[in-house]
């Protein structure tokens, strides 16, 4: 069982920024692919983006030049770096392990316009 506990939501102003950290139990995280999904209200979850054990990272188009997935392996981390955030970014976001379909709790993003 691999548990995962997200941060660093909170309350933004359109082209702000902010960052969310997902920390990972267990000492095999180096090999886990790592996501981000998001669910806005009313609407259906949808993966932001994704890391693979060797640093391959992908977005959805929506997110493409503003956001930026990394992860430290010695800190059992994935992060999402969010800039030029806009309204359309509200949502809770998933920290996911993507093999094996474990998730976090949530956080959630909200970007005022």
């Known amino acids: 069982q691999v548990q995962l506990v997200e941060s660093g939501g909170g309350l933004v102003q359109a082209g702000g920024s902010l960052r969310l950290s997902c920390v990972a139990s267990g000492s095999i995280f180096s090999i886990y692919t790592m996501g981000w999904y998001r669910q806005a209200p009313g609407k259906q979850r949808e993966l932001v983006a994704s890391i693979t054990s060797g640093g391959i990272s992908n977005y959805v188009d929506s997110v493409k030049g503003r956001f930026t997935i990394s992860r430290d392996n010695a800190k059992n981390t994935v992060y999402l770096q969010m800039n030029s955030l806009k309204p359309e970014d509200t949502a809770v976001y998933y920290c996911?392990?993507?093999?094996?379909?474990?998730w976090g709790q949530g956080t959630r993003v909200t970007v005022s316009s």
């Open positions: 996911v392990e993507l093999v094996r379909s474990y």
